[in-house]
């Protein structure tokens, strides 16, 4: 299945998308932008990051396919 997520606004602090190692280590961290799409593998280990300050919205989709 694949995640997809649209951000609608960028939050004042904090909120990023962090993509984490087998072993819960930051691997890297994604910023909130408008119109910022990221589309990836539902199961690599991703976590939203502490919102600091301000909001955060955005669309998040799963997509699953089913074949056979």
Do not use: Q
């Not at 909120?15 to 087998?22: I, K, S, V």
């Not at 593998?41 to 955005?58: I, N």
């Amino acid at each position: 299945s694949m995640t997809l997520m649209l951000y609608l606004n960028a939050p004042k602090l904090g909120g990023e998308t962090n993509f984490l190692d087998a072993e819960e280590s930051l691997v890297t961290a994604v910023a909130p932008k408008p119109g910022l799409m990221l589309a990836f593998d539902h199961e690599l280990r991703h976590e939203g990051a502490l919102l600091k300050a301000g909001v955060k919205y955005c669309v998040r989709s799963i997509w699953v396919v089913l074949t056979g």
